[in-house]
Each structure stands twice: as structure tokens, then as C-alpha cells.
């Protein structure tokens, strides 16, 4: 499982194109950004890595990369 | 684990006001993303019940359909049980006043459950076992919302979600009857991800009668009275898609079954995403998970019945049916039924005041 896998997973999950996305992007300043792309991203997270997010997750991160790491801290314990 | 035998559904009816309120129409949301919530949630409309009709009101209607449909002499009723969450008034518990006003016998049980959306098996499990370990014969199992009283009108992250509905389910002893397998579980550490912090004794804030009702603004930027419905949809999401899949798991495996042997799957009409997923997690196809999300939106405690009653063509033949509630707690259940042919009845309309 790497970062880049997860920006390309965050991307399909938000509907924009992978690349405009990096580990440095500020998700939620995105313009497109709202409460149902938290749920996207929850549900993403679930399916391609297993992983259970919650909002707290969301909320007290930054740039995709830090939400990367929160994802790969759990998947580490599972 | 849990099995319960020797009790039968004999109906189960739902009822919902006449209003309807639609998502194209919400005037809180920009047009887009009026599209984008029906598209994510699958809510197009919902029922909201009139100023001065109740969740007692709406699971009378569903109470008087189930006992004219069976024909029950009502004084054979020995039980009645109502799961709400917007009950009548704090005390008394209204399925005591509904004893009254249904024309039930001084010799019905009746109480009160605190339950929101995993009310239908905790509901069945209780009064099962308590008609069972009693000997009471015939029980009334009542359970409904008017959960549009609750939530602030200019709630984006609730009003919109939320639909009033009321229902009933007959039960009776049958040693004959097909065993219901039960998984119960609860998890009071999540109990901010839906909550109505105020009108308790232990409320954060003080009750309005100890100063003015003011608004306060939210970490999401809405200003909610106190006693207003909070609902973090990213938490409660993130439980439902990792917790509600085991659960509906065990129950299967408890009852020696496989998923295919089901007929339908029935879950608390949450949002589409949320149900797809448990859906596609548990192995059930689309076309086997009922669902009435498009027209009622999440109706609280009577979602399961709801969608059942909103489903009367699946119900012509003996059906065996995964039913899973999960939400406000938290707290979540599942339960396999056997549902008789033409158990279930339609939906009643009714602006109806009992």
C-alpha cells in the first residue's frame, strides 16, 4: 500500500483527476470539497484499504498526505 | 447469540401524514447541491406530519390497521410495547396513554423503549421474550418518529434526511413458529455522533425553563437550538459500513444459513451510500435490499416496517428476511424473520389525531 495508491483511490472517491492532486494537497480548500465528499472518502477508505476513518479523522487533518497516515497507522494495527 | 422461538408475526403495518417535502424544493441548498445530496442519500421526499400529530398518532393508525386486518378482540391484547424517541411528553410513557386511546384492556402491559434506528429487532427481541417467559398470548409492538420536530428546518445535515412514520407489528404465541436469531450490540462511547443534548437532567445546557432557548453555532457553522437533533454523518458512516456487516454475519451464521437463502434484506433506511455498502459487504444483490429511502426518506424507528409495508408485492409468499437496524446510541441489532404470506399490509395515509 503506498501514498500513491491513495491518491489515486482519494481522486476516483472525490471525482477529480489524479493529478491534480498531491500528499501536499489541502483536501477540504478544495472548491469541490463538502460533507458528502467526507463520506466518499470514508467509503474509499473502507473498500480499497480496509480501513475504518471517522470524522474525526477528516476533521483533524490537513493535506491528504497526514489523512495517509492515519489510514496507514490502521492498517498497520489490522 | 441469541434465538428466540415460539413467536409469530401475524401483521405489521406502517402509516405516514399526507405532507410531502422534497429535496428539489429544500430552499437550503443550492440547486446543485440539492442533486448531488438526492444522488448521494437517495432521499427525494419524505412525510412530515402536521403541527399537531405525534409518533402516538401515527402508530395508532398502524395499531388499528394490524387488529381490524386480524380481527383481534382487542381485549385479548396483553401487551403493547412503543420504541420512540419523540415521545408525547417526557412522563408519562405514551404507550401507556396509547393503552387508552387504542381501547386495550387495564390487563395490557405497556412501557416505553429509548430507541432510535435499531429499534425493529431490539423490539421484537424484547417483546418476544416477555410474551414468551409471561404467557401472554397476543402483543402489540409499536414503534415510530416525528423526527421533523426535532431537527432545525435550516439543518442541511438533518432536515433533509429525516421522514415521519409510525408502524405496528402483531405478535402471538406459536410453538410453531420459526425461530428469530437475534445479534444485539451497543456502543455508548459513540453517543455524540447523533444526539438532542438538551431536555435531560443531565443536559450540558440548562433547560428552558432556566433561561431563554438560544441558538448556538456548531464546529460544522449551524446554528441549532439545544434541544435540536445534532447528527455527525461522517461518524455515524464510518460505524455503520465496519460495525453493522459482522453483525448481520453472526446472525446468518447463528441461524445455520447462507445469504442466498434469504429472500430480502431489510435495513434501517439510513442513506444510500451507507446501505449499498452494507449491502455489498454482507453479499446481498441490490435487488434484494428493499428500500424506501426515494419516497420516505430515513423514518428513525419505523424504517424496517416502512419498507416492508412499502413493499406488499415482495410479502405474497412465506419470505425469509435479514432485518438490521443501527444508528443513535450507539446502538445497532439484526434479526432473521420468517414473514408469513401476506403478513404485510399497505401503507396507511393519515393526518389523523388520536
Redesign the interface.
Known amino acids: 500500500m503506498s501514498i500513491e495508491r491513495f491518491i489515486d483511490r482519494f481522486a476516483y472517491a472525490i471525482e477529480v483527476e489524479p493529478e491534480t492532486l498531491s500528499a501536499d494537497t489541502e483536501y477540504k480548500e478544495l472548491d469541490i470539497w463538502?460533507?458528502?465528499n467526507?463520506?466518499?472518502v470514508?467509503?474509499m477508505a473502507?473498500?480499497d484499504f480496509g480501513v475504518?476513518?471517522?470524522?474525526?479523522d477528516?476533521?483533524s487533518t490537513r493535506t491528504i498526505g497526514e489523512l495517509w497516515q492515519r489510514v496507514e497507522a490502521k492498517l498497520g494495527k489490522s | 447469540m441469541s434465538r428466540l422461538s415460539g413467536i409469530a408475526i401475524r401483521a405489521v403495518a406502517a402509516a405516514v401524514p399526507h405532507e410531502v417535502a422534497r429535496t428539489q424544493d429544500y430552499d437550503y441548498l443550492t440547486p446543485e447541491d440539492r442533486q448531488r445530496f438526492q444522488k448521494a442519500t437517495g432521499i427525494s421526499q419524505r412525510r412530515i406530519s402536521p403541527q399537531n400529530q405525534y409518533a402516538s398518532d401515527l402508530c395508532a393508525a398502524a395499531a388499528e390497521r394490524v387488529i381490524n386486518h386480524l380481527g383481534w378482540d382487542r381485549a385479548s391484547i396483553g401487551a403493547l410495547i412503543l420504541i420512540t424517541q419523540t415521545s408525547d411528553q417526557p412522563i408519562p410513557a405514551t404507550s401507556i396513554v396509547l393503552q387508552d386511546k387504542l381501547g386495550l384492556p387495564q390487563t395490557c402491559a405497556t412501557f416505553d423503549l429509548n430507541l432510535g434506528c435499531s429499534a425493529y429487532p431490539y423490539g421484537l427481541a424484547v417483546i418476544g421474550s416477555f410474551m414468551q417467559s409471561l404467557g401472554i398470548s397476543r402483543g402489540l409492538l409499536l414503534m415510530g418518529d416525528v423526527s421533523s420536530r426535532v431537527c432545525a428546518k435550516h439543518d442541511k445535515s438533518a432536515w433533509p434526511l429525516f421522514g415521519d412514520a409510525g408502524s405496528a407489528t402483531a405478535l402471538e404465541l406459536d410453538e410453531s413458529a420459526n425461530p428469530i436469531y437475534l445479534d444485539l450490540m451497543s456502543d455508548g462511547s459513540g453517543r455524540d455522533a447523533i444526539i438532542v443534548p438538551s431536555g435531560g437532567l443531565a443536559s450540558r445546557v440548562p433547560p428552558p425553563n432556566e433561561g431563554p432557548v438560544s441558538s448556538e453555532v456548531g464546529s460544522d457553522g449551524i446554528s441549532r437550538r439545544p434541544d435540536n437533533l445534532i447528527l455527525r454523518g461522517a461518524d455515524i458512516f464510518s460505524f455503520a459500513i465496519s460495525k453493522v456487516p459482522p453483525s448481520i454475519k453472526r446472525v446468518i451464521e447463528s441461524g445455520a444459513r447462507a445469504v442466498d437463502d434469504f429472500d430480502f434484506l431489510v435495513l434501517h433506511q439510513a442513506n444510500k451510500m451507507i446501505n449499498d455498502t452494507i449491502a455489498k459487504k454482507t453479499g446481498f444483490s441490490q435487488d434484494k435490499s428493499l428500500s424506501t429511502l426515494a419516497d420516505y426518506g430515513n423514518t428513525s424507528s419505523a424504517s424496517i416496517p416502512l419498507t416492508m409495508c412499502a413493499n406488499t408485492d415482495c410479502f405474497q409468499v412465506d419470505r425469509l428476511v435479514m432485518t438490521c437496524g443501527f444508528g443513535v446510541g450507539l446502538s445497532w441489532a439484526s434479526a432473521s424473520l420468517t414473514i408469513a404470506a401476506n403478513t404485510v399490509l399497505p401503507i396507511v395515509e393519515t393526518d389523523n389525531v388520536y
Not at chain 1, 475504518?52 to 474525526?56: K, L, S, T, V
Request: charged content about 20%.
Open positions: 463538502d460533507s458528502l467526507t463520506l466518499s470514508i467509503a473502507d473498500a475504518a476513518i471517522g470524522g474525526q477528516v476533521e
